[in-house]
């Protein structure tokens, strides 16, 4: 895969379709990858990286990108789809400034799954089958793939793009996700038993703000947290009620527009299951208000907000110029 994407985007920046294209560098770990802008063909054959821990996805960085000049490739999985077409409708992307090539996703890895079965010291991760082959600087390790899928991918809604330009390989269907059987679970405890939950969860926050800066639905110009004089800006949490408010305001925050994108949790350094959070709302807004999947499409009206460019804090949409 990672071959025919540098090809593909080695042909769209010659044949002039693009100027630049957001894909994937290596970091510091074979496993460290990290989103990466490149301009030419001798970038994208020097550090472009797909493999199964290319798992972020790059549909926020276009708020910023698509508002540059020229076009720029972007490569979506089906989950990134829904991200962007959320942006779109949100309009805080401009659809036409990027050339989208959807590609496909059969689950990613966590490295976190393959470092709690004890191995450590990771170089290298290859798929042979079912099995995964681990090269680490003490030797050879396996385990089952299955055992190192990624949270989010487990519970994956849809193979389908949404949105794209063109597709490498074919376009898959929406699943039967049990996505919501855990959320089942937490409405049938007791309150007091899903406080405690919450409260063993969010007691672990360290308040690093990782899952704002990677939620998609995060892209305010002016967030709450960056304001000093909102009383619940980026801090270290010193008490629970901080703990909890954090959440509870950035789950209200996205209710109805989060697409479950499982990005908040994937990237959480405590492993807060923050998408169980997001899910309750997503479930029952489905229920209250009849089948939503944000980020399906891009006119239809939302449940409970829509951006519109005569919006009261008007600077959401208009500061971006995007019309
Ligand atoms: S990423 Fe995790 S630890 Fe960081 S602020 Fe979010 S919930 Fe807290
Ligand atoms: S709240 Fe989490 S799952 Fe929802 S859009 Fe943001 S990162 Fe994705
Ligand atoms: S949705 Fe809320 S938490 Fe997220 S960026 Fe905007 S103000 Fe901040």
Redesign the pocket.
């Known amino acids: 895969m990672q071959e025919a994407m540098i090809e593909k985007a080695k042909q769209l920046l010659a044949d002039g379709t693009v100027n630049r294209v957001i894909g994937w560098k290596r970091g510091e770990f074979a496993y460290d990858i990290t989103p990466a802008v490149f301009r030419n063909a001798e970038e994208l054959e020097a550090d472009f990286v797909y493999d199964d821990f290319t798992a972020a996805n790059v549909s926020k960085y276009l708020v910023k990108e698509s508002a540059k000049e020229g076009k720029i490739l972007a490569f979506l999985k089906p989950c990134d789809t829904y991200s962007f077409n959320q942006l779109t409708k949100e309009h805080r992307v401009v659809r036409d400034n990027v050339y989208i090539v959807g590609i496909p996703s059969e689950g990613k890895l966590d490295i976190e799954k393959i470092k709690a079965k004890g191995i450590s010291g990771v170089l290298s991760v290859e798929r042979d089958g079912d099995t995964l082959k681990i090269e680490t600087v003490y030797g050879t390790e396996t385990m089952p793939v299955s055992e190192a899928i990624s949270t989010k991918c487990l519970s994956c809604k849809s193979k389908k793009h949404v949105v794209y330009d063109e597709l490498i390989g074919e376009d898959g269907d929406v699943i039967a996700s049990d996505r919501f059987d855990m959320v089942e679970k937490l409405e049938n405890m007791t309150a007091k038993e899903r406080y405690e939950f919450w409260r063993e969860q969010?007691s672990?926050?360290?308040?690093?703000?990782?899952?704002?800066n990677v939620c998609p639905a995060c892209t305010c110009e002016k967030c709450v947290f960056d304001n000093p004089n909102s009383g619940v800006e980026n801090k270290a949490a010193s008490d629970s009620f901080e703990e909890n408010m954090?959440?509870i305001i950035r789950a209200f925050h996205v209710a109805g527009r989060c697409t479950d994108c499982g990005e908040?949790s994937r990237?959480?350094?405590?492993n807060?299951p923050?998408h169980l959070l997001n899910r309750k709302f997503i479930k029952d807004i489905n229920s209250l208000y009849g089948e939503y999947q944000a980020g399906e499409d891009t006119t239809s009206k939302a449940p409970l907000t829509n951006y519109t460019f005569d919006d009261c804090e008007a600077s959401i949409v208009h500061e971006r110029g995007v019309e």
């Open positions: 969010l672990k926050c360290i308040r690093c703000n990782a899952c704002r954090f959440h908040c990237v959480c350094p405590q807060i923050l």
